[in-house]
């Protein structure tokens, strides 16, 4: 907090671990609107989430501290608020977005006192901040909600000058995102929701460019370039930074050793379908199924759930297992988090992994839920590879990969067969543990997936 004044000057707050900055995506207030505490003022999104940042002051917006599309580094000014003067009151409040929200509505961790029923000051025609020049990939700086009201100009503008053309009245990225996988002209669309705003329903309604044409167009990453002959430049910025600082780290810090096995997965896809057979409304997932034999082989070799303070010249073992689970989405790879999973059942484990990966994939998950693992499982087996060598998301000291499951030839009782093979990769921290550890939960995972009976007497 900081305080000019009699005006108290909100900085961004600390995002979680590892995000040093933020881009604005929407200001929820306007100069001279009135903020209740714990009232989300603006969207911005990180590396890995796209958040609403309540305000933990009351009073009058003074200064917006940045733009739609501006980067913000975590300390720096957000927004000045000023006290309220002769008992002024906010007045009545109107939401601002439905789906547009773009997934998000997390409240961050260590800021707001949780008050259930916040609400938002209808936004003002005029804006604190100059709108952006219209094109079909921008978001709109207009105001919706002045648009519903007739789109009177500012006061201040001069009334001969022309009207600039309308821009899209976009706001949620995923709704930009869709538009462009979709060839859909933003600028063409008529929105449907408040004040003239384009949902996902426009852009799926609208017609879709043809798939030949998509693909005669390269689609660079946002924020390239192209340069010389057809070179194209991508800016190694947000999740993209994140994930290189990260795994570089884990390179330069960690001395790990990668060892794997061929299993035969037949018998887990047998049980598998007995389960979901006897319970089809809660079906179980392979991965959850791979996601209990792992908490069943750290129960056994604890060494594994286990970090190195480097500083502190010691490993330190967790008591509770926070299972990380690597999930590839449109904005790169992130490992969202369960924690104390080792506290769940079975069929709990498949429904909290299939909510939490569909969070992830949609951006709507807090930081505070891809921070803090304790040991990683990658099924890497979903982009059709058999094996792998990955790198250990640090600072934990061990991860699990699962590749695709084949037929293949297979020795059985002394006969050949054909079964369900898959392979088994164990990376590990060599500081936390000898290869005998290691071995022996790799052992143990691969016996459980050959044998389930083995997991049920093991737990």
Request: glycine share 12%.
């Given at each position: 907090?900081?305080?000019?004044?009699?005006?108290?000057?909100?900085?961004?707050?600390?995002?979680?671990?590892?995000?040093?900055?933020?881009?604005?995506?929407?200001?929820?207030?306007?100069?001279?609107?009135v903020v209740t505490v714990d009232q989300s003022v603006v969207e911005v999104e990180t590396a890995k989430a796209v958040v609403d940042v309540p305000c933990p002051y009351a009073g009058r917006v003074v200064t917006l501290h940045g733009a739609a599309g501006e980067v913000r580094p975590v300390g720096q000014p957000?927004?000045?608020?000023?006290?309220?003067?002769?008992?002024?009151?906010?007045?009545?409040?109107?939401?601002?977005?439905?789906?547009?929200?773009?997934?998000?509505?997390?409240?961050?961790?260590?800021?707001?006192?949780?008050?259930?029923?916040?609400?938002?000051?209808?936004?003002?025609?005029?804006?604190?901040?100059?709108?952006?020049?219209?094109?079909?990939?921008?978001?709109?700086?207009?105001?919706?909600?002045?648009?519903?009201?007739?789109?009177?100009?500012?006061?201040?503008?001069?009334?001969?000058?022309?009207?600039?053309?309308?821009?899209?009245?976009?706001?949620?990225?995923?709704?930009?995102?869709?538009?462009?996988?979709?060839?859909?002209?933003?600028?063409?669309?008529?929105?449907t929701g408040p004040g003239g705003v384009i949902r996902r329903a426009d852009v799926e309604a609208a017609p879709t460019v043809p798939a030949a044409r998509l693909a005669a167009v390269p689609d660079p990453q946002p924020g390239s370039a192209p340069v010389g002959d057809g070179d194209v430049i991508v800016p190694?910025?947000?999740?993209?930074?994140?994930?290189?600082?990260?795994?570089?780290?884990?390179?330069?810090?960690?001395?790990?050793?990668?060892?794997?096995?061929?299993?035969?997965?037949?018998?887990?896809?047998?049980?598998?379908?007995?389960?979901?057979?006897?319970?089809?409304?809660?079906?179980?997932?392979?991965?959850?199924?791979?996601?209990?034999?792992?908490?069943?082989?750290?129960?056994?070799?604890?060494?594994?759930?286990?970090?190195?303070?480097?500083?502190?010249?010691?490993?330190?073992?967790?008591?509770?297992?926070?299972?990380?689970?690597?999930?590839?989405?449109?904005?790169?790879?992130?490992?969202?988090?369960?924690?104390?999973?080792?506290?769940?059942?079975?069929?709990?484990?498949?429904?909290?992994?299939?909510?939490?990966?569909?969070?992830?994939?949609?951006?709507?998950?807090?930081?505070?839920?891809?921070?803090?693992?304790?040991?990683?499982?990658?099924?890497?087996?979903?982009?059709?590879?058999?094996?792998?060598?990955?790198?250990?998301?640090?600072?934990?000291?061990?991860?699990?990969?699962?590749?695709?499951?084949?037929?293949?030839?297979?020795?059985?009782?002394?006969?050949?067969?054909?079964?369900?093979?898959?392979?088994?990769?164990?990376?590990?921290?060599?500081?936390?543990?000898?290869?005998?550890?290691?071995?022996?939960?790799?052992?143990?995972?691969?016996?459980?997936?050959?044998?389930?009976?083995?997991?049920?007497?093991?737990?």
């Amino acid at each position: 907090m900081t305080i000019v004044g009699r005006t108290q000057v909100f900085l961004l707050p600390d995002l979680g671990e590892g995000l040093s900055e933020a881009e604005i995506v929407e200001w929820r207030v306007a100069v001279g609107d009135v903020v209740t505490v714990d009232q989300s003022v603006v969207e911005v999104e990180t590396a890995k989430a796209v958040v609403d940042v309540p305000c933990p002051y009351a009073g009058r917006v003074v200064t917006l501290h940045g733009a739609a599309g501006e980067v913000r580094p975590v300390g720096q000014p957000l927004i000045t608020i000023a006290p309220l003067d002769g008992g002024d009151e906010p007045a009545g409040h109107a939401t601002y977005r439905e789906e547009e929200r773009a997934g998000s509505g997390n409240v961050l961790i260590g800021y707001g006192t949780g008050h259930g029923n916040t609400t938002r000051r209808r936004r003002r025609p005029r804006l604190a901040v100059a709108p952006e020049p219209a094109d079909t990939d921008s978001t709109a700086d207009a105001d919706p909600t002045g648009a519903a009201a007739g789109g009177a100009p500012d006061a201040g503008a001069g009334s001969g000058d022309p009207a600039p053309p309308p821009a899209a009245l976009v706001i949620s990225p995923i709704v930009r995102r869709l538009a462009r996988e979709r060839g859909v002209d933003l600028a063409t669309l008529r929105g449907t929701g408040p004040g003239g705003v384009i949902r996902r329903a426009d852009v799926e309604a609208a017609p879709t460019v043809p798939a030949a044409r998509l693909a005669a167009v390269p689609d660079p990453q946002p924020g390239s370039a192209p340069v010389g002959d057809g070179d194209v430049i991508v800016p190694l910025t947000g999740v993209r930074k994140v994930i290189a600082d990260k795994l570089s780290r884990s390179r330069r810090e960690i001395p790990e050793v990668t060892i794997w096995v061929d299993v035969d997965a037949t018998g887990l896809l047998e049980t598998r379908a007995a389960i979901n057979a006897a319970t089809p409304d809660a079906p179980v997932s392979i991965l959850a199924l791979l996601a209990r034999i792992c908490l069943s082989g750290l129960r056994r070799f604890p060494q594994l759930n286990a970090r190195v303070d480097t500083e502190g010249q010691r490993i330190i073992q967790s008591a509770g297992v926070h299972l990380g689970i690597a999930a590839q989405t449109d904005r790169g790879l992130l490992v969202p988090v369960l924690r104390d999973a080792q506290r769940l059942t079975t069929a709990e484990l498949a429904a909290e992994l299939t909510a939490t990966t569909a969070a992830a994939r949609a951006g709507s998950l807090p930081p505070a839920r891809l921070t803090g693992g304790t040991f990683t499982l990658n099924n890497y087996g979903v982009f059709g590879v058999d094996g792998s060598t990955p790198i250990i998301n640090h600072p934990e000291a061990a991860l699990l990969g699962v590749g695709r499951i084949v037929d293949k030839p297979w020795v059985v009782d002394g006969q050949l067969a054909v079964r369900k093979v898959t392979q088994l990769s164990l990376t590990f921290d060599h500081r936390v543990c000898d290869g005998g550890v290691a071995g022996g939960f790799l052992r143990h995972v691969a016996d459980c997936v050959e044998r389930p009976a083995l997991l049920i007497a093991a737990v």
